[in-house]
């Protein structure tokens, strides 16, 4: 079953059509000869102002949507099973059913268009987080009556409209009542309100003249949520200008027929879905709609249909106009080309094993900045979110993998972060415990340079025999930098670290046999030059080695399930991920352009000053953690002084055995403008985080006292920049990499500019839409 929707007027974008208009140029000619201008020029150079005025949006974005549906329908080579577009693009749904010829359609939009634009002082604004009862209600109860419900994308997304000054001025009610978001559109006119009454009835005047043939495939209206009902389609057209658009009630009833995502389809302008992921809301905020309410209602409907005159017959089925075809020629071999979709984006068996819709994962970002919240969104959304565990105590993990598991649908998955302690080896233990205890099925294994006795723990409890073979409940990702490490995730735990926990009586024999024949890891994830701890690799250098690996694993356990490798670091643009993915990623992971999001879980401070930095306002500065060893993070230099000082810090801590060494005044402006208190109050304070062997080690080494002192400085720049205290804001530790100033770039001049309108759910999608969308204009510029 095949579901093909259409996006109408807000996806409208430049360079729209490109791709479809050489392929279609008679009708092209034609849609110029209609509108009296060039679409093509239009779409081309804008500027985005006359593109986005309604008279013009609504015929471009017809032609664009119409001429991309031909090229769907000519590739695809069938029909789909059922067609809706959104508002202005149920034109576009009624062309491709053959309700409509071409130019007719165009006409009508273009008269529409025009009728909408002459609309003035009216609003629209976007509502999220309430439902439409509690909309209605709340306008009744204020006696409101100049703004009404208008688009019901999905049972929690809700465009109002209504006369301009009242639209403004209801945001702070909105919000009060316990909306999340409210935000008022750029638009004119009250779109699909009462109000649009003068233009109604000049449209339903104009459309008299015009005939609407029975449907090829069903079209769902907007008006009522169900296929058009043949012979009174253009009555519902007409009305369609002053009612909302029911699509929310639409995308239930597909789903009650049996319709799933996967089965959608979106055709519209290059750029990241608009309408698609409504789907996926609507599913997750409400489901299908009654299959017995919808049985009864739609034997009432066949009934009345019976009697109803046989609508004039259908005009000959759309014929794709003929185009050049593509060279089957590339290097020298034949080739066919399908085309990419983000469903067929990376590796859909990952997807089954780790109950994904989409090969899409937010890396775990350390202290909760990968928050709950974070989490919760990924998951509706059908990706992978990984909690940041690392750095927090126990209970808080504890609290939150509850917090997750209570807010997510049943069965929708999502990760925490296993971090390496190589010093501190009882705090894996602990993890494991609870992790084990509190069913968590999903594990990012980081900062591992060999497999330890507790994460083989975790995975020998969870492994299984099934019907002859070994499973695994209790999945790995391990995140790598290095081909040596993969390979040792590549393989079965190592003899002596079972030999350990079977001494232990922390497995079983059983669980010890099983372990020694399954790899540690059912993916790898190639961790390249990222924020925070990084070994700066290289994704060209680091993932085909790391596949090469994967596939001799596979040879090696054939019948234990498929192994993945995915990518992370340096991903924050469509060409990134498309990259990634054409060396051989079967998914991605991004972590820095996450830190930027509403649900990131650290100050606002933080994200204001991420929200504008570009590619080169990173870099690498000593780690708290491990400064002795000479070890690295990626952090944000742009606006404070924290890499630097932190420089300064390891500099004086290797020139000097004792803090006393330090020239006086040197340590006064140390003390002073780094820590803001003398170097004994700052022991004094580390002596009650540290234990008592950790303290009187200290007492013994000056060395020590130095290292600890200058630690607790590394410590409180990532408190203050996560607790967002001003005062201290050029000492901010801010872990990033340049990901997120090519994301900034990639989104500037777009509603995502500003990391109030981010959100990782929606970032993941959009990102994953624009990769597909790449990757198909470059492989049709291969073959040409």
């Given amino acids: 079953m095949t579901v093909c ?14 791709d479809v208009f050489s392929r279609y140029p008679d009708r092209l000619r034609v849609a110029d000869d209609i509108v009296g201008y060039s679409l093509a020029e239009l779409c081309r150079e804008g500027p985005i102002e006359k593109l986005s005025q309604t008279q013009f949006t609504q015929p471009a974005l017809y032609v664009v949507n119409a001429l991309k549906y031909l090229a769907h329908r000519e590739d695809a080579g069938s029909d789909p099973d059922y067609l ?31 009728l909408m634009a002459e609309a003035r002082e009216g609003g629209m604004a976007a509502v999220l987080g309430l439902e439409a009862s509690a909309i209605e209600a709340l306008l009744k109860a204020e006696g409101i009556t100049d703004i009404f419900a208008a688009n019901f994308n999905t049972p929690k997304q809700i465009v109002v409209s209504g006369r301009r000054q009242a639209v403004h001025e209801a945001e702070e009610l909105f919000l009060k009542a316990g909306a999340s978001h409210y935000k008022v559109l750029p638009v004119s006119g009250a779109f699909h309100t009462p109000i649009m009454e003068e233009a109604r009835a000049e449209f339903s005047r ?25 012979g009174e389609i253009a009555k519902r057209m007409i009305e369609q200008i002053t009612a909302p658009v029911r699509w929310s009630e639409s995308l239930r009833y ?55 005159p046989e609508p004039p017959a259908p005009p000959e089925p759309i014929e794709p106009e003929p185009s050049e075809p593509l060279p089957q020629k590339m290097n020298g071999a034949t080739h066919s080309l399908g085309r990419v979709t983000m469903d067929t984006l990376g590796s859909r068996a990952f997807c089954d094993l780790f109950g ?87 594990v990012e294994a980081a ?36 081909p040596d490490v993969a390979a040792q995730f590549l393989a079965p735990a190592p003899e002596h670290v079972i030999e350990k926990l079977l001494a232990a009586r922390t497995i079983s024999p059983d669980e010890a046999e099983m372990l020694r024949a399954v790899p540690m890891a059912d993916a790898i994830c190639v961790e390249a030059d990222s924020g925070g701890h990084t ?59 996450n830190q930027c999001t509403v649900e990131a879980g650290t100050s606002d401070a933080v994200k204001d000053m991420l929200e504008g930095i570009n590619v080169y306002d990173t870099t690498y500065a000593p780690s708290g953690e491990m400064f002795e060893l000479g070890s690295k993070v990626q952090v944000l230099k742009k606006g404070v002084f924290f890499p630097a000082r932190a420089e300064k810090l390891v500099s004086l801590y290797r020139q000097h055995e004792s803090l006393d060494e330090i020239d006086p005044k040197l340590r006064k402006q140390i003390e002073e403008r ?78 995502l500019e500003s990391w109030r309108n981010r959100h990782a759910d929606t970032i993941g999608l959009q990102l994953l839409g624009e990769t597909a969308d790449l990757l198909n204009r470059r492989l049709s510029a291969l073959v040409r």
């Avoid at 929707?5 to 490109?18: I, N, S, T």
């Avoid at 409504?278 to 209602?297: I, N, S, V, Y």
């Fill in 674 to 751: 780094y820590f803001g208190r003398s170097f004994e109050d700052v022991f004094a304070d580390v002596a009650q985080v540290y234990g008592p062997a950790e303290i009187e080690r200290a007492e013994r080494s000056p060395k020590h006292r130095m290292s600890l002192v200058f630690k607790r400085y590394y410590r409180d720049t990532t408190q203050w920049a996560l607790t967002g205290e001003m005062s201290r804001k050029v000492d901010f530790q801010i872990h990033c990499g340049p990901a997120l100033g090519a994301f900034n770039q990639w989104v500037a001049g777009t509603e």
């Fill in 356 to 442: 994904l819709s989409y090969p899409y994962a937010s890396g775990a970002m350390y202290q909760g900045i990968a928050s709950t919240g974070l989490v919760i969104r990924m998951a509706k959304a059908g990706l992978l979110g990984v909690f940041g565990a690392a750095g927090l105590p126990l209970a808080e993990t504890r609290e939150a993998i509850r917090e997750i598991r209570a807010a997510i649908p049943e069965g929708a998955s999502f990760g925490v972060n296993f971090i390496a302690h190589l010093n501190r080896p009882h705090l894996e233990d602990e993890l494991t415990d609870l992790l084990i205890a509190e069913g968590v099925t999903i």
């Fill in 254 to 308: 597909l789903m009650a027929k049996g319709v799933a995502f996967a089965d959608t389809v979106e055709i519209g302008p290059a750029g990241p879905p608009v309408v698609r992921p409504m789907f996926k809301r609507t599913e997750l905020e409400a489901g299908p709609l009654d299959a017995a309410e919808l049985a009864a209602e739609e034997a009432a409907a066949d009934q009345a249909k019976a009697e109803m």
């Fill in 5 to 18: 929707m259409f996006p109408g007027q807000g996806a409208q974008r430049l360079g729209m059509g490109e």
């Fill in 84 to 114: 809706l577009g959104h508002s202005v693009s149920e034109y576009v749904a009624l062309f491709a059913s053959g309700v409509l010829d071409f130019a007719t359609s165009l006409r009508l939009v273009q008269k529409r268009g025009a």
């Fill in 535 to 593: 070994d700066q690799g290289m994704p060209f250098a680091l993932i085909p080695p790391i596949v090469k690996l994967r596939d001799a694993a596979q040879v090696r356990f054939p019948d234990f399930g498929p192994l993945f490798v995915g990518a992370a670091g340096g991903i924050g643009t469509p060409e990134a991920a498309a990259a990634v993915l054409v060396l051989g990623a079967d998914f991605i992971v991004t972590g820095s352009i």
């Fill in 206 to 230: 104009f459309i008299a003249g015009f005939e609407f043939a029975a449907q090829s495939v069903p079209v769902i209206s907007n008006v009522t949520a169900r296929p058009h009902v043949n």
């Fill in 447 to 482: 900062a591992f340079m060999e497999v330890t006795p507790a994460l083989a723990r975790y995975r020998a409890k969870g492994l299984e025999r099934v019907n002859g073979t070994i499973r695994a409940k209790n999945r790995i990702i391990a995140k790598v930098s290095r």
